[in-house]
DNA sequence: CTTACTTCCGTACTTAAGTACGGAGTCAAG
DNA sequence: CTTGACTCCGTACTTAAGTACGGAAGTAAG
């Protein structure tokens, strides 16, 4: 038996399963437009691949990001790789503020590791630079 | 005119803009147990300081990184400073899901600059590594 | 060929996170 | 001391993102 058996041919339940959401999520994005609704090569079952199943995974890595599902349909977008400079200037964009997110991120991974720290040291009440952490700026 | 003028002495609606929020939001925040319902100091109505505001903008900014408000409440727990045992434990365990995120985030940012690089250098169409920068692992 | 499990589709329900609303009380200015 | 803006509180409505449901039709195993 392979390790990923008929990942070309898997039924809406086997996709739903292997991306670890609800069949029915599958169907809410296939309404969105997020995911195509691929076509049905004998009889009238959809069968799904790959391909769906790493657009699943990213929808859902994206929202764990704060990305609302339209703002994942726009990172979407710039994936088809037409219309280029309108790509572009949209991923620009969303890169200013990726990047916002990330140093929010970090400085509050700064802060959950310095409080780690700090209560293994001082056994007793401190207090915490968390709220601090995302003062800056 | 000072440039935080009465600073602690705002009123709810004064908190709401200097948070960019609804004032129903605050209100909503202080019913959820996130944001504490301060003292009426002369007459009926509730004066807000900094703390507040700090509060207000810490939940703006985890949200933006995908923390629900039961997450976020968990985070403000920690910043107590009491039951410290707990609380790192608590705080390793949010350590380690900070840094998943952190290493996504990375990946899209690295997605999307390429994106724009190569948006730059060729013109035309391209495919981009969007959805291949969440699958690693 | 029947039986059990899926899929398909539409519609309805749920949860989280606000937003809006309406009436009563408060406060500062004119 | 009234007028207009604001606060307080409870309740109801909205939006995003699913979840659940129910009936018809497909499919695989015995």
């Given at each position: 038996?392979?390790s ?14 292997a991306a670890?959401?609800?069949v029915?999520t ?21 069968r799904?691949?790959a ?9 859902k890595?994206?929202q ?9 349909s ?12 309108e ?17 929010d991120l ?8 310095e ?11 401190m ?11």
């Amino acid at each position: 038996m392979n390790s990923t058996p008929e990942i070309e041919a898997m039924t809406i339940g086997a996709l739903a399963r292997a991306a670890g959401v609800n069949v029915e999520t599958i169907r809410f994005y296939q309404r969105k437009g997020l995911l195509p609704e691929p076509d049905r090569p004998q009889g009238s079952i959809r069968r799904y691949g790959a391909d769906e199943l790493g657009r699943v995974r990213f929808i859902k890595s994206a929202q764990r990001l704060g990305f609302s599902l339209d703002e994942v349909s726009e990172l979407l977008k710039l994936e088809d790789g037409s219309h280029c400079a309108e790509a572009r200037a949209q991923a620009q964009r969303k890169l200013v503020d990726v990047r916002e997110r990330l140093a929010d991120l970090q400085r509050i991974e700064a802060a959950l590791s310095e409080l780690v720290q700090r209560c293994n040291a001082i056994r007793g009440r401190m207090r915490c630079p968390l709220i601090a952490a995302l003062q800056a700026e």
